[in-house]
């Protein structure tokens, strides 16, 4: 999409972002990552960043979340030009990230993941209690299926031990959730409560970057796609004005073959006069 498209879009939304990045540029040696990236994040929104291998996803994640800090570009963070240099400082603002590692301790329980690092204490002692009662009203709120908070992670289903990664990220009360490749390696049923999840996050007034390779998913959750090929952006749509091969095309850079030209003006004829 051209900039002036992506210009458009955005002038259709209403609020400002509440996390915006300008003019990003991100170098590794001779390797130059990113190139003039802009990416916004709105509340209660889901925005989903695709594209290739080696397009860029990752390396804009961290620099969002501080693992890698940008050589040059703006960021603004609920109106204000911030500096984010270290996950703590990303942390601290209001970002919260969730890694396809998840991090989690396979030998403690639902509780002592959730609260590892930041321990309720009483007179100096841990509040079991306080912990896990704020475990549960936890995944309460946010509808998940965990039998108990009392048992080893390690017993929990791919879908679960996700649950507890993304609730470990809210307690901080962050206003943005990234979650990198949230339904690799799932099932269907344990695909379908992660993404019942993160429509939890949106309805909760978060805004949420999806970092996936399943269109599927982006396209069953979230309300704006944008592309990266190449370290550049290369598309950003409304996932209910867009069609698959679109995104693809975009993905790709083959906006001019003759299937992408197809899908463009079928998709336009059966738009509504």
């Not at 995944?139 to 080893?152: E, G, M, N």
């Not at 409304?238 to 003759?258: C, F, K, L, P």
């Amino acid at each position: 999409m051209s900039t002036t498209g992506q210009s458009a879009l955005r002038e259709q939304r209403t609020g400002a972002p509440v996390l915006s990045l300008r003019g990003i540029n991100k170098r590794f040696g001779a390797v130059r990552a990113l190139t003039d990236v802009s990416f916004d994040v709105y509340p209660g929104e889901v925005v989903a960043l695709v594209g290739d291998n080696g397009a860029g996803k990752s390396t804009l994640v961290k620099v969002m979340a501080g693992v890698d800090p940008a050589d040059e570009g703006t960021i603004t963070f609920d109106g204000k030009e911030v500096h984010i240099t270290s996950p703590t400082g990303a942390q601290h603002l209001g970002i919260a990230t969730v890694f396809q590692d998840l991090a989690l301790c396979d030998n403690l329980d639902v509780v002592g993941n959730l609260f590892l690092g930041s321990e309720v204490t009483t007179g100096g002692l841990l509040n079991e209690a306080e912990m896990e009662k704020r475990s549960w009203n936890l995944l309460r709120q946010l509808s998940a299926k965990i039998p108990s908070v009392r048992i080893p992670v390690a017993s929990l289903s791919g879908g679960q031990r996700q649950t507890v990664a993304i609730s470990r990220s809210l307690l901080g009360n962050p206003k943005v959730v990234m979650l990198d490749e949230p339904t690799a390696a799932l099932g269907v049923e344990q695909t379908s409560q992660v993404l019942n999840l993160v429509e939890r996050l949106r309805e909760r007034g978060l805004g949420v970057v999806l970092i996936s390779h399943n269109m599927a998913d982006v396209q069953a959750v979230a309300d704006r796609v944008v592309v990266l090929r190449l370290g550049h952006n290369s598309g950003e749509f409304r996932v209910a004005d867009v069609s698959y091969e679109q995104i693809i095309a975009a993905i790709t850079g083959a906006s001019d073959n003759a299937v992408s030209q197809r899908a463009a003006r079928t998709h336009k004829t059966e738009e509504p006069a």
